[in-house]
C-alpha cells in the first residue's frame, strides 16, 4: 500500500510541475498560454494531494521536503526536455 501511495504522489507531483510550467509567461510549448488561473488551481490542488498521500507514509514535514524537491527537478528539467524535443522538430523540417 505504501508502494502505491509513494506513486501517486509522485505521479501527482510531476503532473503539479508541468501544470505550473504552462501557467508560465516563458512555456514554448503551445503557442497560445493555457488559462494561467486554471492551471495554477490545479497544480496547487495536486501539490495538496501529493502531500497528503505522502503524509501517510512519512511524517508531513518529510512530506513537504520530498514534494518540493521533487517539484524543483521537474521545473528544471521539463522545459529542458521540451525545448530538445522542439528544436529535433524543427531541425528535420
Known amino acids: 500500500m505504501s508502494a502505491l ?10 503532473l503539479c510541475g508541468v501544470l505550473f510550467y504552462l501557467s508560465s ?3 514554448r510549448i503551445f503557442t497560445r498560454r493555457p488559462h494561467a488561473r486554471f492551471c495554477r ?4 490542488g495536486l501539490g495538496v494531494l501529493a502531500v497528503c498521500m ?3 507514509v512519512e511524517s508531513t514535514m ?8 521533487l517539484l524543483m527537478v521537474v521545473c528544471s ?3 529542458l526536455v521540451m525545448a530538445m524535443l522542439q528544436s529535433g522538430k524543427n531541425g528535420h523540417d
Open 5 to 14: 501511495l509513494l506513486l501517486g504522489a509522485g505521479g501527482c507531483t510531476l
Open 25 to 27: 509567461k516563458n512555456q
Open 41 to 44: 488551481s490545479a497544480a496547487m
Open 54 to 56: 505522502l503524509g501517510g
Open 62 to 69: 518529510s512530506a513537504c521536503f520530498m514534494v518540493v524537491l
Open 77 to 79: 528539467f521539463f522545459p
